[in-house]
Nanobody, 122 residues
Framework: VQLQASGGGLVQAGGSLRLSCVLSGRTSSSYAMGWFRQVPGKEREFVATISWSGTSTVYADSVKGRFTISRDNPKNTMYLQMNSLKPEDTAVYYC????????????????WGQGTLVTVSS
């Protein structure tokens, strides 16, 4: 299984970005998926997660109300719509897939993408 994240870039505070994550390989299995982010010198931080069906989602308090996670299973793609971006949202964003259940814990994920950099200027 491979994950490819894209959509990062430079945006001003208050702006929006949409990240995408394409899952390839053994896509016949059911995977919960999630977004995490990391800045240098800090641990990887949970952002949002979504169940395989897309009916269940969980968000970190820091992004609740601003970010929306979604997925399109026929396209094997997950999205993260990020609105009202703040400078503190600056990080490398990683997507991940979990064979068992959606989770906010990085170590429970089985597969990781390479990350996409989001920079929010003040």
């Amino acid at each position: 299984v491979q994950l490819q994240a894209s959509g990062g870039g430079l945006v001003q505070a208050g702006g929006s970005l949409r990240l995408s994550c394409v899952l390839s390989g053994r896509t016949s299995s059911s995977y919960a998926m999630g977004w995490f982010r990391q800045v240098p010198g800090k641990e990887r931080e949970f952002v949002a997660t979504i169940s395989w069906s897309g009916t269940s989602t969980v968000y970190a308090d820091s992004v609740k109300g601003r970010f929306t996670i979604s997925r399109d299973n026929p396209k094997n793609t997950m999205y993260l719509q990020m609105n009202s971006l703040k400078p503190e949202d600056t990080a490398v964003y990683y997507c991940a897939a979990d064979r068992h259940s959606y989770s906010n814990t990085p170590r429970e994920y089985d597969y990781w993408g390479q990350g996409t950099l989001v920079t929010v200027s003040s």
